[in-house]
């Protein structure tokens, strides 16, 4: 019985994490290229009380199954899922978006680099392409101030028409892949950072070699469901309350057992 009361303790603070999870997705449900997570879990050990194919008599005979009690569960993992969200047409020309496999490189202040599917972007006072913190989009293009209709091909070439109708080409976006993009690490703002589980990353123009093109104009918002993320909760809940009650049947059990011995 004592076993039963930490098993089911182990499945609450397994939901607990869950629930975590999906809150998280749900309030992140209008974020800009965000990626909802997923939470996985595993079985712990096993108490092995007689083993399968052991002997169950003196006759010989042996037992098919045997006895295994588990001990509960744990958190294996929090995924984050990569498939794409949906694009939201705003006209504003560097609103971008990465249609297919990529992510936007991004400049931190202390030089690193970080990656990012989020492509709500502006120019600074400098008329450098920048972040909505102010971080640099790498490889670092400038808009001249008499730069006008800014285009951005789906190759990621940005173009800008100066006086006289002149269109000056300003410089390439290359976007990033990764060999393992579940294994990145988040660091808040939309940004992820690379990983020994990531891999490297792997620098290209879009369009090229497996990665995704340029779409102008637009943003990739989040990819949570509301609807399937409402479900996990409810069915997260219930596992939880569940649990919770098996507790109790344990400890009434303890209980009846104290009084028998009176």
Same mark, same amino acid.
């Given at each position: 019985?004592?076993?039963?009361?930490?098993?089911?303790?182990?499945?609450?603070?397994?939901?607990?994490?869950n629930?975590?999870?999906i809150?998280?997705?749900?309030s992140?449900?209008?974020?800009?290229?965000?990626?909802?997570?997923?939470?996985?879990?595993?079985?712990?050990?096993?108490?092995?009380?007689?083993?399968?194919?052991?002997?169950?008599?003196?006759?010989?005979?042996?037992?098919?199954?045997? @006895? =295994?009690?588990?001990? *509960?569960?744990? /958190?294996?993992?929090? !995924?984050?899922? +990569? #498939?794409?969200? &949906?694009?939201? $047409?705003?006209?504003?020309?560097?609103?971008?978006?990465?249609?297919?496999?990529?992510?936007?490189? @991004? =400049?931190?202040?202390? *030089?690193?680099? /970080?990656?990012?599917? !989020?492509?709500? +972007? #502006?120019?600074? &006072?400098?008329? $450098?392409?920048?972040?909505?913190?102010?971080?640099?989009?790498?490889?670092?293009?400038?808009?001249?101030?008499?730069?006008?209709?800014?285009?951005? /091909?789906?190759?990621?070439?940005?173009?800008?028409?100066?006086?006289?109708?002149? $269109?000056?080409?300003?410089?390439?976006?290359?976007?990033?892949?990764?060999?393992?993009?579940?294994g990145?690490?988040?660091?808040?703002?939309?940004?992820?950072?690379?990983?020994?589980?990531?891999?490297?990353?792997?620098?290209?123009?879009?369009?090229?070699?497996?990665?995704?093109?340029?779409?102008?104009?637009?943003?990739?918002?989040?990819n949570?469901?509301?609807?399937?993320?409402?479900?996990?909760?409810?069915?997260?809940?219930?596992?939880?309350?569940?649990?919770?009650?098996?507790?109790?049947?344990?400890?009434?059990?303890?209980?009846?057992?104290?009084?028998?011995?009176?």
């Amino acid at each position: 019985m004592m076993r039963s009361l930490w098993t089911a303790a182990t499945g609450m603070a397994a939901q607990s994490l869950n629930v975590d999870v999906i809150s998280n997705n749900i309030s992140n449900v209008n974020t800009t290229g965000f990626k909802r997570g997923r939470a996985n879990f595993q079985d712990l050990m096993y108490q092995q009380v007689k083993a399968p194919g052991s002997e169950a008599s003196s006759a010989g005979t042996q037992l098919p199954t045997g @006895i =295994q009690v588990g001990l *509960g569960v744990r /958190a294996a993992s929090v !995924d984050s899922i +990569f #498939s794409e969200g &949906s694009f939201q $047409q705003t006209d504003n020309p560097l609103d971008l978006t990465i249609q297919g496999r990529g992510f936007f490189q @991004i =400049q931190l202040p202390n *030089g690193d680099t /970080a990656y990012c599917r !989020d492509g709500k +972007f #502006s120019t600074d &006072s400098t008329g $450098q392409i920048v972040t909505q913190n102010g971080d640099i989009v790498l490889p670092g293009i400038t808009v001249p101030a008499d730069g006008q209709a800014i285009q951005v /091909a789906q190759d990621g070439t940005v173009s800008v028409v100066q006086p006289g109708g002149v $269109q000056t080409i300003l410089g390439q976006i290359q976007i990033a892949d990764f060999i393992n993009p579940a294994g990145l690490t988040h660091l808040g703002s939309n940004l992820y950072q690379t990983s020994n589980a990531s891999g490297q990353a792997v620098i290209g123009n879009p369009t090229e070699n497996g990665l995704g093109s340029i779409g102008q104009g637009m943003l990739e918002m989040s990819n949570v469901s509301m609807v399937e993320e409402m479900v996990n909760l409810i069915a997260g809940q219930r596992a939880y309350e569940m649990n919770s009650k098996a507790i109790q049947a344990a400890d009434e059990m303890l209980q009846t057992a104290n009084n028998v011995r009176r």
